[in-house]
C-alpha cells in the first residue's frame, strides 16, 4: 500500500441526528491528463492493497474509473484542463463503517486493467478526499 | 418525415451479412481518405481527441453555470449523429450497430469476432483498427487493443441498476464511470510494454478506433432506455442550451432520437441488456 493513497481521519459531516439516507465519497481534482486505470476504494482498512479481495469484509466501498486522456506531455495547461471530480456512491459501506466507530480511514488502490491488474500508484494523483452525507 | 434508421446490434449483424458489409465498406472508404478530407476517418476520429479535442467527459465548470454541469452525453449523442451521416456519405446502406458488452457472447469472448477477424477474404478488415494520423513525433500507425478478461465486463444487472435511477446527474455520473471502464478494459495493457495501453483508453487517440462507435451507441442506447422509463425531458433546466460545439446543435434538440431521425431496433441480446 502506498502511504499516498492513504487518508486517515477522513471527515464526514452528518445529519442532525446523524441519520443518512446517501453517504458519497468525492475524490476532488483527480488527474485524467496521463494513462486509463481504476481506483478501488476501502474504508478502514491501511493494509488494503492490489491482492486485497473487494468485499464488505475488506471494507470495499466501490470502485471509480480514470479514462484518461493519454498525454505524455507535461505542460501546465494541458495537466489543468484534465483535473476531474469524481465521487462514489458508498452509502452502505460509509454507514456499515461509521457503526464500527469513527474516525474513518480511505485507502484508494489504483490498477491498471489486465489480468492480473499490475499497480498503477504512479498513475493516480488527486488534491484531496472527503465524504459528504444527505 | 422519412421513416427513422434502425440500429441493430452487432451480433444480429452476423445474420445480416448484407448490413455487416455494408459497415465494412464504409469504415474502408473512410479510412481510406487523406486526413485533410473533411469526409475522412481521421477528419471525423480527431474532432474528440486529437488534434480537435472537442470531446464532453466528466463535469466542467463555467459558461455561466455555477455548479459543475456535464454534456458527455448529449455531445457524444451530436458526434454519433454527425459520424453516421459521414458513415452514409459512403454507403447510403449503412447503420450503426452497438455493442452490448453485458451480452453472454461479450461475457464469452469479449470484443465481438466482427471487430477481431483480420481479413474478410483476401482484404484488411475495416473494423479491426482504423488509422491514427502522426502526433506528438509518433508516425502515422493503426490503432491496437489489448483487452482485458470478459468476466470483467459489466453484467446485464449493472445496467438495470442504472435504468432505476431517477436522477439524470446521478444516472449520467454512473454511465459514463461504466463507459469509462470499457474504454479501459478494451484498450488494455500492452503485455510487451506495460506502462503503455490499447487505443481505446486514451481519450486523445480512442475514437480512431473502430469498436468506439458501437461502444457509445451503446452508451446513447442506454440513455435512450433510461429515457424511455424517466423522461425524454428528463435533464436539468440549465443544460438545455447548452451548445454541442462543434455541432450545430444544443441539448435540447438531441433529447428525443426520433427528432434526430433514428430508433434503436427493439431487441435483446441473449443473455444481455
Redesign the interface.
Known amino acids: 500500500m502506498s502511504e499516498r493513497f492513504f487518508f486517515p481521519d477522513v471527515p464526514v459531516t452528518l445529519p442532525r441526528g446523524h441519520s443518512f439516507s446517501r453517504a458519497d465519497i468525492r475524490f476532488r481534482e483527480v488527474d485524467?491528463s496521463g494513462?486509463?486505470?481504476?481506483v478501488r476504494v476501502f474504508l478502514n482498512n491501511p493494509k488494503a492493497g492490489i491482492d486485497t479481495p473487494p468485499d464488505a469484509k475488506n471494507g470495499y466501498a466501490g470502485s471509480?474509473?480514470?479514462?484518461?486522456?493519454?498525454?505524455?506531455?507535461e505542460g501546465t495547461q494541458e495537466r489543468q484542463r484534465t483535473l476531474?471530480?469524481?465521487?462514489v456512491?458508498a452509502t452502505e459501506a460509509v454507514r456499515s463503517a461509521i457503526e464500527r466507530g469513527r474516525p474513518l480511514s480511505i485507502t484508494l488502490v489504483p490498477h491498471?486493467?489486465?489480468?492480473p491488474p499490475?499497480n498503477a500508484d504512479d498513475a493516480l494523483q488527486l488534491n484531496g478526499v472527503s465524504v459528504e452525507t444527505s | 418525415m422519412a421513416d427513422p434508421t434502425l440500429r441493430p446490434s452487432i451480433d444480429s449483424l452476423q445474420q445480416k451479412p448484407t448490413q455487416l458489409a455494408a459497415l465494412r465498406d464504409a469504415y474502408e472508404k473512410m479510412q481510406a481518405l487523406a486526413g485533410t478530407d473533411n469526409r475522412s476517418w481521421i477528419y471525423w476520429a480527431g474532432l474528440h481527441?486529437y488534434p480537435q479535442w472537442q470531446c464532453w467527459?466528466?463535469?466542467r465548470i463555467g459558461q455561466g453555470s455555477p455548479r459543475?454541469y456535464n454534456l458527455f452525453l448529449p455531445w457524444h449523442r451530436a458526434y454519433l449523429v454527425y459520424w453516421e451521416h459521414a458513415m452514409r456519405d459512403q454507403n447510403a446502406d449503412v447503420v450503426l450497430p452497438w455493442w452490448d458488452w453485458t451480452s453472454a457472447t461479450s461475457h464469452q469472448s469479449g470484443v465481438p469476432q466482427s471487430f477481431v477477424t483480420p481479413k474478410v477474404g483476401a482484404k484488411r478488415n475495416s473494423l479491426l483498427n482504423g488509422p491514427v494520423p502522426p502526433m506528438?513525433g509518433d508516425p502515422e500507425r493503426f490503432t491496437l487493443r489489448?483487452p482485458?478478461?470478459p468476466n470483467?465486463l459489466p453484467t446485464p444487472s449493472d445496467v438495470d441498476g442504472l435504468l432505476a435511477l431517477t436522477s439524470f446527474v446521478?444516472f449520467t455520473?454512473?454511465l459514463e464511470?461504466i463507459?469509462?471502464?470499457i474504454?479501459?478494459?478494451t484498450?488494455?495493457?500492452n503485455?510487451s510494454s506495460?506502462?503503455d495501453?490499447g487505443d481505446m483508453?486514451?481519450?486523445?487517440?480512442a475514437a480512431f478506433d473502430p469498436i468506439f462507435w458501437s461502444h457509445h451507441c451503446m452508451i446513447d442506447r442506454i440513455w435512450y432506455l433510461w429515457q424511455l422509463r424517466q423522461g425524454v425531458n428528463n435533464i436539468p433546466d440549465d443544460y438545455l442550451d447548452k451548445p454541442l460545439a462543434p455541432f450545430s446543435l444544443s441539448v435540447r434538440d438531441v433529447l428525443d432520437i426520433n427528432r434526430l431521425g433514428y430508433e434503436y431496433v427493439d431487441s435483446h441480446e441473449s443473455g444481455g441488456h
Not at chain 1, 471509480?64 to 506531455?73: C, M, N, R
Open positions: 485524467q494513462p486509463s486505470f481504476e471509480f474509473h480514470i479514462y484518461g486522456f493519454g498525454l505524455k506531455k476531474t471530480d469524481y465521487s456512491n491498471y486493467y489486465g489480468d499490475a | 481527441g467527459h466528466h463535469s459543475g506528438l489489448f482485458g478478461s470483467r446521478d455520473a454512473q464511470d463507459h469509462d471502464l474504454h479501459g478494459w484498450g488494455g495493457r503485455p506495460p506502462g495501453g483508453g486514451s481519450v486523445a487517440v
